[in-house]
Each structure stands twice: as C-alpha cells, then as structure tokens.
C-alpha cells in the first residue's frame, strides 16, 4: 500500500495504459430503430452479441441491450413481435473515442451503469467496448477504481466473476 495517495505501487507504475481503441470489437452490428424486438433478439442470437446499436435514417441513436429485452419486454410480459426497438432502446447513446484509456471507459460504465461504450471517431461508430473485455484485458484497472468508486449493483456479478 502507498504511504500517501501521490505514491504509486509498483504495479501501478508498470500498468500499460491499455486504450478503447486496443480491445473493442470492431464488428458492431446496427439496426435500424423500427425493426421489432423480436427480430432484434433473433440478430442478437444469430450474431451472438450480447447488444446492438440503434440507428435512424443513417444515424446512431441508442443501443440495445439483452437487458433491455429482458427488463422492458419478458419482464412486463408484453409482446416482442409488437413493439419497436426504438421503444426500448437505452438511448441517448453514451460513446468514447478510441484514445479512451480503459481506466476512463470504466469509470465511465460506473457512473452511468452500463456495460457497452460505444466507440466513435469523426461521429463515425468504429467499435464497442464492453466491461468483459476490459475485464480480461486489464483487471487491475478494475481493482484499482473499485478503491476510488463503488460499482453499480448490476456490474459486480460481471467484476466478482473476473476480479479476486
């Protein structure tokens, strides 16, 4: 442990300031805000992505998530086949850019409790960046800003499973 909070422990010191742009996906999959939830959780199965992100006449507009579906669809018991993705989409659409370091994307996903930052460059989405892979790719980020802010109730299931 540091003496005071300027000193860094020596693993923090040799930390590789990982960037968004060093492990998001760059296959996003979009889809236009009409398409019904059904069809949108037929894609999410069939391109085994756990999110989508939401257009409207070439724009991006929110994203959706298995939890959306889950929470505002199975949940409520209300009917996939009748209702738009535009009306369940978590939006507006929270995005970094790729020189994000992976200590700012997840204090980032603590404050506004979400699991996906989109990523954009020039207003161009180019990838997305979710907390399992900054999980596998540097969990001490994740340890060290547990010590400065608490994470929300619906990401520590994700930290308990990668992070001792």
Known sequence: MPKDKTEKTTKEK????????????TEVAILDENVYVKKAAEIMVQIDMGAIIVAAEG???????????IKRIVAEGKDAN????????????????PKT????????MFEKKIKN?????????IGLVNLHDICKSQPQVLRQLRKVI?????????????II
């Open 14 to 25: 040799n930390l590789i300031p990982l960037k968004a742009k060093d492990v998001m996906i």
């Open 59 to 69: 724009k991006t507009k929110g994203i959706l998530t298995e939890r959306d579906i």
């Open 82 to 97: 009748k209702i738009k993705v535009k009306n369940i989409m978590s939006s507006p659409l929270i995005t970094i850019n």
């Open 101 to 108: 370091t992976l200590k700012e994307a997840a204090h980032i």
């Open 117 to 125: 930052l989109p990523v954009s460059h020039k207003n161009r989405l």
């Open 150 to 162: 608490e994470p929300p109730k619906n990401l520590q299931k994700v930290l308990r499973n990668y």
